[in-house]
């Protein structure tokens, strides 16, 4: 268990649709990474927050926006949902950049219809 | 812009083999970071190792052992003795002091070890 919680584990909804994606970072840490894992891009980093402002942007769709809030959750909003938003996101947590690792949550895996 | 490169796509082995997992990087920092990242059949990403850019030493976890040579800009990863369980897809990434800590992964390797 990384510490990272990502719910929900599986989404599948219609093309069109807005759905919400959250995390919880592991305690202590105060970075969060979104990243999203397609068989077409591979793992591709979309986002960084870091204690509440954002860090880093990444490959990320303007449909596509997150946010950090000050209990340091965070959340991943997608709109205006395509077939080819189906994949698997990841968040990540580290305790601060580059010079620490980050843990991946187990993922939510989104399936557009 | 940073780079990470799998050539291997898929390996093969038997249960018991030693394999190795290729990783080239590509960089202009001085400064960064590389790492091994798992994904079993049940999807997670689990950590491995890190490693910085100012330590080349060779490190052994176990079975598992990694070799950083920055002459030849490579980061490769052997399991030795595999075992069914290994079987996943494993990722090596980079991320660069100047980058905030986002990973630049590589396409991944994915590794089949048979009983």
């Known amino acids: 268990d990384s510490g990272v919680t990502q719910t929900p584990k599986h989404l599948i909804t219609a093309t069109g649709q807005r759905v919400t994606l959250r995390c919880s970072p592991r305690?202590?840490?105060?970075?969060v990474y979104w990243y999203q894992q397609s068989l077409d891009q591979g793992l591709q980093f979309l986002i960084q927050?870091?204690?509440?402002?954002?860090?880093a942007k990444g490959n990320i769709l303007e449909r596509f926006s997150a946010q950090q809030f000050p209990d340091l959750h965070s959340e991943l909003n997608l709109s205006s949902l395509e077939l080819g938003d189906s994949a698997l996101y990841f968040c990540?947590?580290?305790?601060?950049?580059?010079?620490?690792?980050?843990?991946f949550g187990q993922g939510t895996r989104l399936t557009v219809v | 812009a940073q780079k990470v490169t799998q050539a291997q796509t898929e390996i093969s082995v038997v249960e018991k083999e030693d394999v190795t997992l290729d990783c080239v990087y590509e960089?202009?920092?001085?400064?960064?970071?590389l790492f091994w990242y798992k994904q079993p059949p049940s999807g997670e990403l689990v950590f491995l190792i890190r490693?910085?850019?100012?330590?080349?030493q060779n490190e052994i976890s176990g079975r598992y052992s990694w070799n950083f040579q920055k002459s030849t800009s490579s980061f490769n990863f052997t399991i030795t003795a595999s075992q069914v369980v290994d079987s996943a897809v494993y990722f090596c990434?980079?991320?660069?002091?100047?980058?905030?800590?986002?990973?630049?992964f590589g396409q991944g390797t994915t590794l089949q070890v048979k009983p």
């Open positions: 305690s202590g840490d105060l970075s």
């Open positions: 927050y870091y204690n509440g402002e954002e860090r």
């Open positions: 990434a980079l991320s660069v002091l100047s980058n905030t800590g986002k990973l630049i």
């Open positions: 960089t202009r920092d001085t400064t960064y970071y």
């Open positions: 990540a947590s580290s305790k601060q950049g580059a010079n620490t690792e980050a843990f």
């Open positions: 490693r910085n850019s100012f330590d080349e």
